[in-house]
Each structure stands twice: as structure tokens, then as C-alpha cells.
């Protein structure tokens, strides 16, 4: 129904969950008619919401999916902010009719996703700037430590890094652009590093600086790094602002790919049947603009890493929506040689592999580190155990 977006909610109420049901969409729609001379007017009653199925898998407790007009919304200059307060921001987590409610996932019609920009590189564009085949692995890694290191040390790392076969690096998120690593100059040495380094491997490097900041200010550092040779950007649309993330995605100048920082979403999604689930932020930041979004790593140290709750996110990445491209996802959060096998299965090779501590924590450095997680690569590919294929291989016999 090209009219209409769909919204899935899980509640838990004491009273009828369809009742229950009934007056959230009304009152995240129209509300009741208010006192106004005569009947309802037609106007109204198309603004008005539905509840389009219950399942109720025990007494108050399930899923309601609600059908909202997109007559109400003001999509040529507010789609998101429109979305947003409509699922999320008006009383929907707020009423005393329930205690729990989760925003599960939305779709929205064709007439609606044209309002978006979506991601401008996605996977296949990725590739294409890289210069990889659609069956290549791109391994890539987080700077560490997270602070206290200035501008020569963060390029030295990078240099590093590349050496060994590093496709993608980003700043960690705790990298603030402070007085003692400016944004600026921290840029221009590590493209300057990267650049001594592709002329050694003839392979291309993405570098992912952290931009993140307010809206006044957040298209100001994209244009800085870029004028100091980065080739990638990295913002966390939590702190600047899911506005923030649409900016960049349709500045026609700043042609690269983003990568969407997810860091405090749990704040959102950890409470079971509560806040918003991953799936829906997900969404969001693909209509967005965000090329990549982490997904937490089977085996690593954050929540999030049980294979059903990846592949929940990963399926709306690449699920088909229309003119919206796929995102990437970007596999962190404890990845080393040691788990990297049984990620690769799950989610495949179409996805970054990001290894911090990984292999920064090598013992002949983090070259060797990323040699070692190239070889457990390989060692998935041919069908071998990791421990097998070291036996030949001392970069990835020390990793392990």
C-alpha cells in the first residue's frame, strides 16, 4: 500500500493487546476528534492510523504491526525527522498503557524511500575503489590505542598496517580531534603514510578519520579531511545527529564512502522488549546514507555477537529497497585469526573484517598481525583449521 508505512512494535500490557494496540496508532496519528462543530472530515479520517495485525504469543505479550498515513508526514523536507516522531518520538515508549514497548522494524513504500539518498558506495562501490574482486577479503582496523597518541604515531600505525594488507582503517571513536592530534594534520601524515605505502603494495587503502560533530560543524572536518587527503569518513550519528548523517551522504562534494559509527545504540537496544530495536536503526542509517555499520563479532567481548542477532541486521543491509543501495556491515569488537573463520561463515565475504587489538597485539607487530589474519583467511577458504594452516605459517601460529 504505497499510502501507508508499516511499523512492527513488540508490547507487554496488562490490558487487551489489540485495544492496547488501537490507541497507540491514534494517538501517534490524529489523536480523537476534539470538540470540533460537526462530524469527523474525510481529511481526518485519511489521517488517522490502523492496527494492521496482532500476534500475541501469551496474555498482553507480543507483536502489533501499525499502519501509518504518509499523508501526515512532510516528506519533501522532513522524512526522517517525520519517521522518527511518528515511531519513536511522540508517546509511543512514553504511555502508562504497557511496560514494555520496542520499536522492532518499519518498512516504508517506493513513494516514500525516494526521499532518501541511502548509502552512495555500498559494497560493490567499495570494491570498485579498492580495486577488489567481488570474493576478496577486505581486512581493516581500528587505530590503538584510542587516545593519547599524536599525529606521527597514528600515520606510523597506519603506515604499518598497510604494509602488511590493511584495505580499511578508521580512527577509533574515542579519537576526539584534540589539541595534541588535530584533525587536520593527523589526515595529511596518515594519507601521506598511505600513500608511501601503496607505492611499496600497489594496494589502495581506505582511511576512515573521525568527523564526528555537531551540525553547524560537521561538514566543515568532512571538508578538512578531504582537503588533507582522506578517502573515507567516519561520524557517529548518535552524537552528531542521524541530520548530521543525511548532510554528508548529499553534499555533492564530499564524494566518498561514510562510515556510520554505532557506538551507543545499546543504550537504545540492550533491554530486552524495550527502546529500539537494531534492525530499525539499521534501516535508519542505510536510508541515511551510511555505507558501512558495525555488527559485533561471534566470539568477540560486546553484546550483540549471537549469530541470529547479526544476521537480523545484516538481512536489512542487503535486503532489496528500491533505488537503496546495500550497506556493508563491518565485523568488530574482539575479531582476531582466532574467531575469524566462524564470522566469515556467517555473514560471508562481502563484509569489512575489522581487527583492532587483534592484531595490534601481535607479538612481531601489527604487519604480522594483519598478515595473520590474511592467512586465517585463506585457511577458511581452502577449508582448513586455522591451528592446520599455521603449521606453515608463523605470523598466524603466533597470533594464536
Known sequence: M??????????????????????????????QWMGLAGEPTSLFAACRGEVVEVREHAPGKGEVVLAFPLLNLNL??????????????????ALKLYEKSRLMDFQLPESALRYFPGPRFGPEGTRQLLGLGPNDLIVGTIVKPTAGLTPE???????????????????????????????????RRVSEALRRAEDKTGQKVLYAPHITAGPDRILDNARIALENGANALMMNFLAAGFGSLEMLARARDIQVPIYAHCGGKEAFTRVPGQGVDERAIVRFVRLLGGDYFRVSTVGGYLIGGEAETIQRQVSVMREPMGHIKPMMPAVSGGLKPGNLAENLALVGFDAMMLAGSGVNKHP????????????????????????????DHEELRLAL
Open 2 to 31: 504505497e499510502t501507508h508505512f508499516f511499523a512492527t512494535y513488540y508490547l507487554e500490557t496488562q490490558r487487551d493487546l489489540r485495544r492496547v494496540a488501537a490507541e497507540m496508532v491514534e494517538l501517534e496519528t490524529t489523536g
Open 76 to 93: 519533501e523536507e522532513a522524512a526522517f525527522p517525520g519517521l522518527w516522531l511518528t515511531m519513536v518520538g511522540g508517546g509511543t515508549h
Open 153 to 187: 604515531q597514528v600515520a606510523s600505525i597506519c603506515y604499518e598496517a598497510a604494509l602488511g594488507g590493511m584495505r580499511f582503517i578508521k580512527d577509533d571513536e574515542k579519537m576526539l580531534n584534540t589539541a595534541y592530534c588535530p584533525l587536520a594534520e593527523r589526515v
Open 364 to 391: 612481531q607487530g601489527i604487519r604480522a598481525g594483519t598478515v595473520a589474519m590474511l592467512q586465517a583467511a585463506e585457511a577458511f577458504r581452502r577449508g582448513m583449521t586455522p591451528h592446520e594452516y599455521a603449521r
